[in-house]
């Protein structure tokens, strides 16, 4: 789950624009987050491993599942299927339980006064289990201000004029969101109100070229509104695109040839279905 969530998180940045549109001091709260996430994972795969050799388990097994699914869930399973502690009987060398009166191999009694320094020296790592808390805590720390920081808006651009990334508070219900051959295509069920979705595309000749938009509302409330933003640098311009009767063409002349943000900003529409391109 850990590796899939970095795997993920990694994706995700290099397909989009990064951290634009964040302040610095939520990039360091997210950032936090990942980065004692993985320091938790880590130390608590330690203590695994070094527990696991203690027991005679398979410790790399282990302490891969630990770090791979998550402490939580990865030391509660391991907690319920570790094996019991076992020293070795000193007559014949097999291996027995630190709690057996005897040794179930060659019925040599095993004195308590051994167990008990059995037991002690089984208290160990504990530099693995105090750095796992440590990490932990800080971890909560950092995830506690990010979500306080995204509740609130601070250090987020929402401003859907903006000429970096719009990072939206709400949720939105898609069927699917593609980019190919420089084809945007959309459909969506439902949105936040005011939910920005955004393409980044190229204008190769603003003079000729034309922004294409072929969208369907299913679905138009009272007072719901579709809008079709077009941002580059101080230039912006909005469209309309709630009740189209015919594919739009836009032209791009106003602009410049390079990086374009086209961005629709959904005001209550369902059910939408629509296809931007330049040509």
Known sequence: ???????????????SDGFSGLSMLFIVLLLGV????????????????????RRG?????????VFAVSPFIGLLIYFL????????CPACGQRISVKAKYCEECGTPVEEEDNCIMVKRGTHHLKFMIGGIVSMV????????????????????TNVISNERVWNLGTISMKYSTYQD???KLDFRRASEGFVK????????????LLYADISCGTVPDGATLVLWLVQGDVFKSVDVTN????????????ENGKIHVRLQINGVENTVSEIYIQ
Do not use: H
């Open 57 to 65: 388990d398979d410790p790399v097994l282990w302490a891969a599942i």
């Open 182 to 184: 420089d084809v945007w």
């Open 138 to 157: 800080f971890m909560l720390v950092c995830l506690t201000g990010f979500i306080v920081s995204a509740a609130t808006g601070n250090g987020i651009n």
């Open 81 to 88: 299927r570790r094996s019991e502690i076992k020293t070795i």
């Open 1 to 15: 789950m850990n590796l899939f969530i970095f795997l993920r998180f990694g994706l995700y940045f290099w397909k």
């Open 244 to 255: 189209l009767s015919e594919p739009l063409e836009y032209p791009l002349n106003e602009f």
């Open 34 to 53: 990942i980065l004692f996430a993985l320091c938790t994972s880590s130390f608590c795969a330690a203590w695994v491993y070094q527990d696991c050799k």
């Open 198 to 209: 955004e393409q980044s595309m190229t204008i190769a000749d603003a003079d000729a070229q």
